[in-house]
């Protein structure tokens, strides 16, 4: 996963792209896991919300060269 992309002739590293990704994910995530109440059983908040971050954006990071997407 190597390059940049070019939106509107401006270059984006593929890793801005997949970290924006990544981030409304985990906010999905998060949201979820808050309307279930789990956040009660862990600790430290702000340190699961990271990892789960970082989980999610190395998740796409080695999914998307798999599935064949050119970023």
Request: net charge positive; charged share 10%.
């Given at each position: 996963?190597t390059?940049?992309?070019?939106?509107g002739?401006?270059?984006?590293?593929?890793?801005?792209?997949?970290?924006?990704?990544?981030?409304?994910?985990?906010?999905?995530?998060?949201?979820?896991?808050?309307?279930?109440?789990?956040?009660?059983?862990?600790?430290?908040?702000?340190?699961?919300d990271?990892?789960?971050?970082?989980?999610?954006?190395?998740?796409?990071?080695?999914?998307?060269?798999?599935?064949?997407?050119?970023?």
């Amino acid at each position: 996963m190597t390059g940049e992309i070019a939106l509107g002739g401006i270059y984006v590293p593929t890793l801005l792209l997949l970290a924006l990704v990544a981030l409304l994910l985990a906010w999905v995530v998060t949201r979820l896991i808050g309307a279930l109440g789990l956040y009660r059983f862990l600790a430290y908040r702000a340190a699961v919300d990271l990892s789960i971050f970082i989980l999610i954006l190395g998740g796409l990071a080695l999914l998307v060269p798999t599935l064949g997407i050119r970023l």
